[in-house]
C-alpha cells in the first residue's frame, strides 16, 4: 500500500497549498510590505482613520447585537420546534425554507420593503401616517442581519435540543428542580455546543459583510467589509486592504478563542458540521 | 396558555421570515414599472427575465460551477480523507486538517481576497514564460473547489474512520486485491457520506456570492453576482421574477426531497452574506 501514498496525498495537499496556504501567505505579505515591498505596519495603522474606526465599531455593535438578537429570538424558536411531534415535522421545513433562498434575494426583499418609496411607506401613507426614513440607516442593516443569519443560529440549537435524552430532564424534575432551574442547569448547558455553533456561523459573516451594508445602508452607511472591499476593487490598494484584512482577522480569531474557551467538547471546526 | 404563547410566538417568527419573500413574489407580478405602484397583474417581467441572454447564462454558468466543482472537491475531500485516515501521525495530521479547514473558518471576504491576489501572482509568474491566467470560468471553479474541500472532508472522514480494519484485512487476505477490497467493503460503508459531501458542496456552491465576487474578472457572472450587480443599479423587477421562479423552484425540490436533508445542509452550511 505503501506505494499508493503519493497517489492518495498528493492532490489535496498541492491543492491545500496552492489555493489555501499561499493566498493566505500572500495577505500577510501584502499586509506587512508598502509598494516597492519593504516591510512596514503603516497598511495596519490605515485602520486608525477616523472614517474606518467608524466603520470597524459598527460592524462590531451591529455584529454583536445581530447575533445577540439571533439567539434571543431562536431559542425558544427551536424550543417549541424540538417538542413538536415528528408528524409535525414540516413545520421545521417551514422555518428553514428561506434559507434555500439566495441571500442576496432575501436582502433584496428587505431592501423593498424599507425603501423610501417601499413598501411600508406605502401602507404608512395609504393610512395617512408620517412617512419613516429607514433604509439607509444601521438600523436597517442590523434588521437584514438579522433575517439573513436567523436560520444559521436557529438550525444548531435545534438540532442540540433533539439531541437531549428526556431521561436527564426527568431527572431533574424528580429530583425536585422547577422549570426554571431545570432549563439553566440541564437544558441550556446541554446545548452549548450549539449555542456556540450558531454564535460562530452569525457573528463572522455579520462582522465581515458587505452585501447587506451595500443593499441597506446604500453608500452612506459603511461597514467595515465595505471599506476592505472597495480597497480592491476600487481604489486597488492591496496593501492598504490586506492589513486592514489582518486586522479584521484579529477579531475573527478573538471571537474563535472565546467560543473554544467556552466550548470544552474540544471538537474545533468539526462541531460546525 | 402556555400553548398560545408559543402558537404566537410561531406565528410571529412564521410572518417576518415570510413577508418579505411574499412582497417579492407579488412585485414580480406587478404591471408597472416603478413599486410605488400597482399596475395591475402581468407576467412580462418572466418573459423579459426568461429572454434575457445574460441571465440565462448567468444561469447555466452557476449550475456548471456547481456541478463541477461538486464533483472535483466530492474527489479531492476523498483521497484527503483517505490520506488522513491512513497517517500515523498525529501532529502531521492535526496541521494539515488545520489547513483544510481555514476556508470553513475564515471569513469569506478574506478568503475570496486572498484567492484573488493568488490568481494575480501565478498569472505573474506564468508571465516570464508567456502564458497567462484569465479571470473567469477556471479562478470561479477553483475558488469554489476550494470553500467546498472543507465540507467534503469532513462528510467522508468521520464514516471512513468507523470503518472496520480487520474487515478490510480479512478481505486482502481471502485474496482480493487493495483496490477490491476499497471498493467493496470501504466504499459502501464511507457512500453516504460522500453523498452529503457531494451536495453540501453543490448547494454551497450554488449560494456562493462573495468569493466569487473576488475571482470571476470582469464578463464572467453566476446568478449571485449577476443579482448583485443588477441590484446595485437600480432593482429591475426580472430580479423579482427570478426569485420568485427560484424560490418556487426551491420549495418544489425540498417537497420532492423531503426533510431529512435540509437539516443536514442548515447544520453544517455557512451563511453567505
Request: hydrophobic letters at 55%.
Amino acid at each position: 500500500m505503501k506505494k499508493h501514498n503519493g497517489l492518495i496525498n498528493g492532490p489535496y495537499l498541492v491543492w491545500t497549498a496552492a489555493f489555501i496556504v499561499i493566498p493566505l501567505l500572500l495577505i500577510f505579505y501584502y499586509g506587512l510590505t508598502d509598494k516597492s515591498g519593504h516591510f512596514t505596519l503603516s497598511n495596519i495603522a490605515e485602520m486608525g482613520t477616523p472614517e474606518r474606526m467608524k466603520a470597524l465599531w459598527l460592524s462590531l455593535i451591529l455584529s454583536l447585537l445581530a447575533t445577540f438578537i439571533c439567539l434571543l429570538m431562536a431559542y425558544p424558536l427551536a424550543m417549541i420546534l424540538a417538542k413538536m411531534k415528528t408528524a409535525m415535522g414540516f413545520i421545521v421545513t417551514i422555518f428553514i425554507i428561506p434559507m434555500w433562498m439566495n441571500s442576496l434575494l432575501r436582502i433584496l426583499a428587505w431592501q423593498t420593503l424599507l425603501e423610501r418609496n417601499g413598501v411600508i411607506n406605502q401602507f404608512l401613507r395609504m393610512a395617512h401616517l408620517p412617512e419613516q426614513h429607514l433604509i439607509n440607516t444601521p438600523y436597517a442593516i442590523g434588521l437584514g442581519m438579522i433575517y439573513d443569519f436567523l436560520p444559521f443560529m436557529l438550525l444548531p440549537i435545534y438540532n442540540s435540543l433533539l439531541k437531549i435524552d428526556s431521561n436527564v430532564i426527568n431527572a431533574a424534575y424528580d429530583l425536585g428542580a422547577n422549570r426554571w432551574q431545570t432549563f439553566w442547569k440541564v437544558t441550556f448547558p446541554l446545548t452549548l455546543p450549539g449555542v456556540i455553533s450558531g454564535i460562530t456561523m452569525v457573528f463572522v459573516p455579520a462582522l465581515t459583510t458587505f452585501v447587506i451594508s451595500d443593499f441597506l445602508g446604500g453608500s452612506k452607511v459603511l461597514l467595515i467589509g465595505n471599506v476592505i472591499e472597495q480597497q480592491f476593487t476600487q481604489v486597488g490598494n492591496w496593501n492598504v486592504g490586506s492589513g486592514l484584512s489582518l486586522v479584521l482577522m484579529v477579531f475573527i480569531l478573538i471571537s474563535m478563542a472565546l467560543m473554544n474557551h467556552f466550548d470544552k467538547s474540544d471538537e474545533g471546526a468539526a462541531g460546525i458540521l | 396558555m402556555k400553548k398560545v404563547l408559543s402558537r404566537i410566538y410561531l406565528a410571529f417568527i412564521f410572518i417576518l421570515l415570510y413577508a418579505p419573500i411574499l412582497v417579492l413574489i407579488i412585485l414580480s407580478f406587478n404591471d408597472s414599472k416603478t413599486r410605488a405602484k400597482w399596475g395591475g397583474w402581468t407576467l412580462k417581467w418572466y418573459q423579459q427575465m426568461l429572454l434575457n441572454a445574460d441571465i440565462m447564462a448567468a444561469f447555466r454558468n452557476t449550475l456548471i460551477i456547481a456541478l463541477l466543482s461538486a464533483l472535483i472537491s466530492t474527489l479531492l475531500g476523498l483521497l484527503a480523507a483517505i490520506g488522513l485516515n491512513r497517517m500515523k501521525r498525529k501532529s502531521t495530521r492535526t496541521v494539515i486538517m488545520s489547513a483544510l479547514n481555514i476556508p470553513m473558518l475564515n471569513a469569506e471576504i478574506v478568503t475570496g481576497i486572498s484567492l484573488m491576489l493568488v490568481f494575480i501572482a501565478f498569472g505573474q509568474f506564468l508571465n516570464h514564460w508567456g502564458y497567462t491566467i484569465a479571470f473567469g470560468f477556471g479562478t470561479v471553479l477553483i475558488g469554489h473547489i476550494t470553500f467546498n474541500l472543507p465540507y467534503t472532508v469532513l462528510s467522508i472522514l468521520p464514516p471512513l474512520s468507523k470503518v472496520n480494519v480487520s474487515t478490510y484485512e480479512a478481505a486482502l487476505d481471502l485474496g482480493c486485491s487493495s483496490r477490491q477490497a476499497f471498493f467493496r467493503i470501504v466504499f459502501p460503508d464511507i457512500l453516504p457520506g460522500i453523498l452529503s459531501g457531494f451536495l453540501l458542496a453543490f448547494t454551497l456552491s450554488l449560494d456562493d456570492f462573495v468569493i466569487t465576487h473576488f475571482v470571476k474578472g470582469p464578463g464572467f457572472d453566476t446568478l449571485s453576482t449577476k443579482i448583485y450587480t443588477e441590484v446595485r443599479k437600480g432593482i429591475k423587477p426580472e430580479m423579482y421574477a427570478l426569485s420568485t421562479l427560484l424560490f418556487v423552484s426551491v420549495l418544489a425540490l425540498l417537497l420532492i426531497f423531503g426533510r431529512s436533508r435540509n437539516e443536514h445542509k442548515a447544520a453544517s452550511e455557512k451563511p453567505v452574506a
